[in-house]
Nanobody, 126 residues
Framework: QVQLVESGGGLVQAGGSLRLSCAAS????????MGWFRQAPGKERVFVAA????????DYADSVKGRFTISRDNAKNTVYLQMNSLKPEDTAVYYC???????????????????WGQGTQVTVSS
């Protein structure tokens, strides 16, 4: 069982930055892929970014490439999402999620992720 706790959301003006954190429980963090997803009001949850268990591979949605950076600190069981040049369309609840990555193919499909955090609200004002 893995528990995830997100933090770092808030209100920011367009063009500003935020850094989200996701702290994971459990001793197998280094074997888990980590992902960030977001859900805007009235819309489906969509993929934002992911990082493989090894940290060697990252992936981003086209809408955030060049602006967001995902990273992980295995010593702290934590994954981060650095968000720069924020836009009003980035407003959403952001969720951290994880899945066993060792010996598994990479996936950005939310259905492939087994554990989810409670979400943190990010609001970008124009």
């Amino acid at each position: 069982q893995v528990q995830l706790v997100e933090s770092g959301g808030g209100l920011v003006q367009a063009g500003g930055s935020l850094r989200l954190s996701c702290a994971a429980s459990g001793r197998s963090f280094t074997t888990y892929d980590m992902g960030w997803f977001r859900q805007a009001p009235g819309k489906e949850r969509v993929f934002v970014a992911a990082i493989r268990w090894s940290g060697a591979t990252t992936d981003y949605a086209d809408s955030v490439k060049g602006r967001f950076t995902i990273s992980r600190d295995n010593a702290k069981n934590t994954v981060y999402l650095q968000m720069n040049s924020l836009k009003p369309e980035d407003t959403a609840v952001y969720y951290c999620a994880t899945r066993r990555g060792l010996f598994a193919a990479y996936s950005s499909n939310s259905r492939e992720y087994d554990y989810w955090g409670q979400g943190t609200q990010v609001t970008v004002s124009s």
